[in-house]
Structure formats: C-alpha cells, structure tokens
C-alpha cells in the first residue's frame, strides 16, 4: 500500500527565508503527487501537482516542487516566504486503483513564519 | 462559481444524537470524499463514492454513514454509534482521470 512520510511536524522560518518542506512516499509505480495548503478552519488548496514530465513543478503563491524518483521524494521550496505562507501543508499521492481514484495524505508540516 | 459547500460551517450535537452534514458540488465531478481531521492530525477517509448510488467504507467507516442519491450531493451522517465525533469534517470531490481532489471549506462538530 502507498504511503506518504512528512518528516518535520513543524517548521519555524523567518520572513523572507528560503523554505523547504519535505515530503517521502511509498508507491510501486509512478504516482500523482500533490501539495495543500490548509489555513486554520478553512478547507485544503491545491498548490500544485506532478502527473508525468518535467520534474520541476511550479504552483500557485511562488511554490515549486521538485520530484525526485530516485529518492522518492517531492518536496516543497519558496525563495522567500511571507507572513501570510502560515499555515499547514500537506503532501499527498495520487493512485488509481479497483477502488477508484485514491489520495493518501501524509501527517502535515505547520509553518510558523517569524517577523 | 464552480466548487464545494458545506454546511453549516459549526454544528453542536447532544451526545446520542445524529447529526447529518451538507456537502454539495457543482464542477460535475463524479467522485465525493468525506474525510474527519483532528487537531495535529492528518486526514482520515471515512466515505468515499466513485459514482451516483455507490459508495465504499474508507478507514474509519465506523459510526458513520452516507447516501448518494445525486450526482452533486454527499451527505454525511455522523451516528451515535461514533464515540468520539468532535473533529473537523472536510467533503472533497474529484474528476475521473485525474485524483485532484477539491474540497470544500470544511464543517466542525463539536459533541456537547
């Protein structure tokens, strides 16, 4: 079964840092990948996703995600971040199975950003 | 404007009460998901409905219940029969090619 591993539970930058969030899976082929945002008591948005082709993903909001099969990996970079990117992320993989078009979504990585 | 609402956005519910959450989307997506997030937590499937009439159980059916008897409408009813139902309940909806889930703004419920 797929899994998806965010190992930073919680992640302090300072305004204007460089961020980089991770995200590791595990799937048997090539997965879809995506990256949420969820701001407190609002529901989830798309920040971008990886289906098939270049490997460097740009999203909404200045995000981009770099998938790495080799590693199993597809983490999140902002060059600069701003107050307003606190919020939780969350990294999911995509697949397509008997049961229908299935997300499994990893534990979450909240963003603090200090002024 | 496409998209999913819930409603309503807070609910309280007396202990041995059922409760039925509105989820309701118009990008004609024939795929709805309801899923539970506690605090700190990540999403956890309860319900899931590839196509109108049809649904699966997902990790934590338990206590729960659903109907989709339209293509737009998954209503979720949380049952006494779930000890623990305070949490924050999100309805997501998808196309049939792609898993891009959209979801809508969520509902809390809180047991009282």
């Known amino acids: 079964a797929q899994s998806v591993t965010q190992p930073d539970i919680h992640i302090t930058v300072s305004e204007g840092a460089s961020l980089e969030l991770r995200c590791n899976y595990s799937?048997?082929?090539?997965?879809?990948l995506f990256w949420y945002v969820q701001s407190p008591g609002q529901g989830l948005q798309l920040l971008l996703k990886?289906?098939?082709?270049?490997?460097l993903v740009q999203g909404i909001k200045g995000f981009e995600a770099e998938f790495k099969r080799s590693q199993s990996s597809f983490n999140l970079r902002k060059p600069s971040v701003h107050w307003s990117d606190a919020a939780e992320y969350f990294c999911?993989?995509?697949?397509?199975?008997?049961?229908?078009?299935?997300?499994?979504f990893g534990g979450g990585t909240r963003l603090m950003v200090k002024p | 404007d496409g998209g999913i609402t819930q409603s309503p956005k807070y609910l309280f519910r007396k202990e041995g009460q059922n409760v039925t959450l509105s989820c309701e989307q118009n990008?004609?997506?024939?795929?709805m998901y309801w899923y539970r997030q506690d605090p700190g937590q990540g999403l956890r499937l309860i319900y899931y409905?590839?196509?109108?009439?049809?649904?699966q159980k997902g990790d934590i059916a338990e206590g729960y219940s659903v109907s989709r008897e339209k293509k737009e409408s998954f209503p979720l009813t949380v049952t006494s029969a779930q000890k623990n139902p305070t949490a924050f309940y999100l309805c997501a909806s998808s196309n049939a090619i792609y898993n891009e889930q959209f979801f809508g703004p969520g509902t809390r419920l809180t047991v009282l």
């Open positions: 990008l004609n997506h024939d795929a």
């Open positions: 799937y048997g082929a090539t997965p879809y």
């Open positions: 999911a993989v995509g697949v397509n199975n008997n049961a229908g078009n299935m997300l499994t």
């Open positions: 990886y289906f098939s082709g270049d490997t």
């Open positions: 409905s590839q196509i109108v009439n049809d649904f």
